[in-house]
């Protein structure tokens, strides 16, 4: 049975449960102030976790390679996201975990080693990184003058709140009446956008950027599926200018699935339609999801 | 006469204020899950702000240079600041302002222009970025490894959180014995470190870089006082190779001033001690605050 208080999500913050709205952390908290901080996101479709082990695995290492270490274990971790989505009574959910720095233990100290972590995470109603209307017709897609920040100065396999490049291109896409933006770095590869990946098709091969992006685990569900279909797919460097020449764009994202494109930049992709291959893949992730493949029933008794 | 409750400081939250320790944002404001937020930090020093327009000016710059833009006017940010250091009965103080992108007034919004932006302040006890006896012995500064974020990605005169390559050179500096990090870019060029510009003092001359680095109000003055000591000043690039040949280095913030280093890796500057030309310097910028030059006192009718 659901309480009412937590019908727009269940959060848990500093070892409780409460109401998304009430969650709170302080403004001086270094998880803010330095955006010290990594987090993931998982998703409940249907009543069950998709890839929980493997998002729990790039937590795990996220924390790790910022040195962040919170007092809950992985399986406590694992347990407070069941309850968050069992509290908010979701069966599609959007689930959010992030471990911050927090405050100094020692007053007045500036050394991230004397701050006490602290884990949080929510559960909120399903997320679409793209709206379902523009996934249908095929996303508009800026390729942004800004230059994703390489990864010898931000690891983006750590999966961080750092967005302000990805935020500066966002805003480019808007004013030129685009969807989304997708980023290069500064020797015009394509790395990824704000909050996804992206995929290329070009003479039925298709292709994912090996750097500069995070590795996702809708990614990487998308490479498995490509395996299954038999299609032929690569992790390796996409030039810019290959992007304008694509038979095929799709995105990928957790809150979202495999998403379309339909135009980049002032090129329109085959029929200003998602592209045959894109749907195909698209249908098998769905697929997948219906027949339960990956699948971690969410515990509901509490 | 001050309330006890705001002891540990006062902060302006969402048009109230309250004790600092419970000052509070959402886990899923964007200011967090995006690091999308701009701040500032002014100092209080014996009852009168210090260069309290400055930092106005260059918040506002801030905002404008990632859209931000809170429902306060600027007259009454400058009244909430100096409510907040009066409420917290402070006289020497550290004062944070900050405006975050806030959640979107559009449910399920992925769009930055959606969102209303919100401000914060806060007033705590002063902080120094390098502790007082650091400070007398003389800092020793690592460079890191860690590249600093370009300014094509992100723009370091916008004053932001996101110091993921920051606490790197931190974590790299402590690991290593060191009081803490400066940060060179990706072609050896000197920028700046955790919260802090440099300085290098060679043959006379006082450098500063002009490029990867906040345009620091303290390096301002440090700049306006070389020129009242008649001491050769320049802005321009200083390769990493001239770290480790100075006759001089020393560091500048608002949460600290001007601090001498005496270590630079394993390179000992002078005789292990802060050198004179940053004593110098250092005893200036505590002069102006001592005669109230740059002074706004703090008005504490309230």
Same mark, same amino acid.
Not at 65 to 72: A, F, V
Not at 264 to 292: C, F, M, Q, V
């Given at each position: ?68 270490? %919170? ?53 909120? %109603? ?67 956008? %704000? ?108």
């Amino acid at each position: 049975m659901t309480d009412d208080r937590y019908r727009g999500g269940a959060a848990y913050v500093r070892g409780r449960f409460v109401p998304v709205a009430e969650a709170a952390i302080s403004p001086l908290d270094w998880g803010f102030t330095r955006s010290d901080v990594v987090y993931d996101v998982v998703h409940v479709f249907a009543g069950g976790f998709f890839r929980l082990s493997d998002h729990l695995d790039r937590f795990e290492r996220s924390m790790l390679g910022r040195r962040l270490k %919170p007092s809950e274990t992985r399986n406590e971790m694992e347990t407070i996201l069941h309850r968050c989505v069992a509290l908010a009574g979701l069966d599609d959910a959007y689930v959010a975990m992030a471990t911050l720095r927090g405050l100094p233990k020692v007053a007045g100290s500036r050394r991230p080693e004397d701050c006490e972590n602290h884990f949080l995470a929510y559960a909120i %109603p399903w997320v679409d990184v793209i709206t379902k209307d523009i996934q249908e017709r095929g996303a508009h897609l800026w390729i942004s003058s800004r230059p994703r920040v390489p990864d010898a100065s931000v690891d983006p396999t750590i999966k961080n709140y750092q967005w302000s490049d990805l935020t500066s291109g966002l805003f480019e896409a808007h004013d030129n009446g685009f969807d989304t933006a997708i980023l290069c770095d500064d020797s015009g590869l394509v790395t990824e956008g %704000p909050g996804f990946n992206i995929f290329v098709v070009k003479d039925g091969k298709v292709l994912t950027p090996g750097h500069g992006s995070l590795q996702g685990i809708t990614r990487r569900t998308v490479l498995e599926l490509c395996e299954q279909l038999k299609l032929d797919a690569a992790i390796g460097p996409i030039p810019r200018e290959l992007l304008e020449q694509a038979d095929e764009i799709f995105l990928s994202t957790t809150a979202g699935g495999v998403m379309p494109v339909s135009r980049i930049n002032t090129t329109i992709l085959g029929n200003d339609r998602p592209g045959p291959i894109s749907l195909r893949i698209k249908a098998a992730y769905w697929k997948l999801h219906r027949e339960g493949v990956h699948r971690t029933e969410v515990i509901r008794a509490i």
